[in-house]
């Protein structure tokens, strides 16, 4: 069982950063999978980036070059550094992991990018 908590939304202006973190209950150096994906209002579901556990990455084609997801084992935590934000980030950021078999899902954060 893994339990996802996001934290670091918010408003913030076009042009702006953002850093969302993820903490996990226990350790996630065993989480075969983590990322984020993000849902708009009146749109589906889309993959913004994932990590796995030896550390590769991979990114939506809307967030490459401005967005970087990292994790820290030791602190359990997964990270989501957000630079030149768009008003198209706007929207609820999800933090995913899959393990032993399973899919688990935080509760969502929301990011906001406007003047």
């Known amino acids: 069982q893994v339990q996802l908590v996001e934290s670091g939304g918010g408003l913030v202006q076009p042009g702006g950063s953002q850093r969302l973190s993820c903490a996990a209950s226990?350790?996630?150096?065993?989480?075969?999978?983590m990322g984020w994906y993000r849902q708009a209002p009146g749109k589906q579901r889309e993959l913004v980036a994932t990590?796995?556990?030896?550390?590769?990455?991979n990114y939506g084609d809307s967030v490459k070059g401005r967005f970087t997801i990292s994790r820290d084992n030791a602190k359990s935590t997964m990270y989501l550094q957000m630079r030149s934000l768009k008003p198209e980030d706007t929207a609820v950021y999800f933090c995913?992991?899959?393990?032993?078999?399973?899919?688990?899902w935080g509760q969502g954060t929301q990011v906001t990018v406007s003047s």
């Open positions: 226990g350790t996630i150096f065993s989480i075969t999978v």
């Open positions: 990590i796995i556990s030896g550390g590769s990455t």
């Open positions: 995913y992991a899959f393990f032993k078999g399973n899919s688990y």
